[in-house]
């Protein structure tokens, strides 16, 4: 069973800032990793697949990267609106697990 | 248009059995993977297992193995999670979710006596 653990749980910036976020793997994944944005109340929306490709869509603000065991997900300027929390799943090995979540907060 | 459309709100007694359901449109059912994802009140997300259409290839997560059942009928397009005797401890929202990113507006499933 793989483990994601992703960092931090819980995260406060400005309107502006550059934010990252962490996720690694327990095992090697190659690059079978989604990231997804949920807020409140909604259903979890698919930002990156893949690790790196954005999903047709989702602003160019939102990124991510890495391969193997280590991710990172980057918003490059943080918008109002992106306030949410936000989760890494790994699709190797199936049925799938999910980081944590990262909270993400407006300071 | 993709659209995974689950069934509505239950609300049930322990010990009662249930089985939701999932509609898929707008894409090739039997081509991907689809699971289901749940989500206790304020809580993250687990997977609690995954079925490919196509030859109901089912995988589970350990931590639900034997607690839930995941089927498909590929002639209508739709996926079920099935208890057969639920918990106080199964009250949550309950997503399906394909591998291609395409989810269900959520099952709120509640379970009191």
């Known amino acids: 069973d793989i483990q994601m653990t992703q960092s931090p749980s819980s995260l406060s910036a400005s309107v502006g800032d550059r934010v990252t976020i962490t996720c690694q793997a327990s095992q090697d994944i190659s690059n079978y990793l989604n990231w997804y944005q949920q807020k409140p109340g909604k259903a979890p929306k698919l930002l990156i697949y893949d690790a790196s490709n954005l999903e047709t869509g989702v602003p160019s603000r939102f990124s991510g990267s890495g391969s193997g065991t280590d991710f990172t997900f980057t918003i490059s300027s943080l918008q109002p609106e992106d306030i949410a929390t936000y989760y890494c799943q790994q699709y190797d090995n199936l049925p799938g697990t999910f980081g944590q979540g990262t909270r993400l907060e407006i300071k | 248009e993709v659209q995974l459309v689950q069934s509505g709100a239950e609300v049930k007694k322990p010990g009662e059995s249930l089985k939701i359901s999932c509609k898929g449109s707008?894409?090739?059912?039997?081509?991907?993977?689809i699971g289901w994802v749940r989500q206790m009140p304020g809580k993250g997300l687990e997977w609690m297992g995954i079925?490919?259409?196509?030859?109901?290839?089912?995988r589970y997560s350990p931590s639900f193995q034997g607690q839930v059942t995941i089927s498909a009928d590929k002639s209508i397009s739709t996926a079920y999670l099935q208890w057969s005797s639920l918990k106080a401890s199964d009250t949550a929202m309950y997503y399906c979710a394909s591998l291609i990113g395409y989810w269900g507006q959520g099952t709120l499933v509640t379970v009191s006596s």
């Open positions: 079925i490919y259409p196509g030859d109901s290839d089912t």
């Open positions: 707008g894409y090739s059912f039997t081509s991907y993977w």
